[in-house]
């Protein structure tokens, strides 16, 4: 929490939470009552759907759970993360991401992990993403700077 404060009095518009580093929502609920409501972003990584959390925990591990308990916390944006996706240009899940927003009205997701091609964003928007994080695509120049402007342009 300190740390959070930190982060936030040193310029910082939001601070990420992520699942993996925390050993329960009680954790994620403390730090949201330091950063306020429009200030932290929950990140729900997941391996094989299911949510990691830090050291030996017993959260939840259900995504829909875990998306249901973050809205009755507070939290209006998350970020879906399927850590097993990262860098395989496997492509995004858009049916789970829909199913997930669906699930949590009223939260924004920014989702990532897998992402390969620029026809992918503009279906990942119509799915609820507000936004995406990609990195391997980009790198690799599989994904341009004009595919996400004209994506952009698209939604």
Request: net charge positive.
């Amino acid at each position: 929490a300190d740390e959070a404060r930190r982060v936030l009095e040193s310029g910082a518009k939001k601070v990420i939470v992520a699942s993996e580093s925390l050993p329960s929502l009680d954790a994620a609920a403390g730090l949201l009552a330091v950063l306020g409501t429009g200030r932290g972003v929950f990140s729900v990584d997941l391996r094989e759907r299911k949510v990691i959390w830090g050291g030996a925990s017993t959260a939840p591990r259900d995504p829909y759970e875990v998306v249901a308990l973050l809205m009755s916390l507070g939290f209006r944006e998350a970020i879906l993360l399927e850590m097993d996706r990262i860098g395989t240009a496997a492509g995004a899940d858009a049916r789970f991401l829909n199913s997930i927003t669906r699930a949590a009205q009223g939260v924004k997701f920014i989702v990532g992990g897998g992402i390969k091609a620029a026809s992918e964003l503009a279906r990942l928007k119509r799915a609820g993403a507000s936004g995406v994080l990609m990195a391997t695509a980009l790198h690799d120049g599989t994904i341009t700077r004009e595919d996400v402007i004209r994506a952009g342009a698209e939604c």
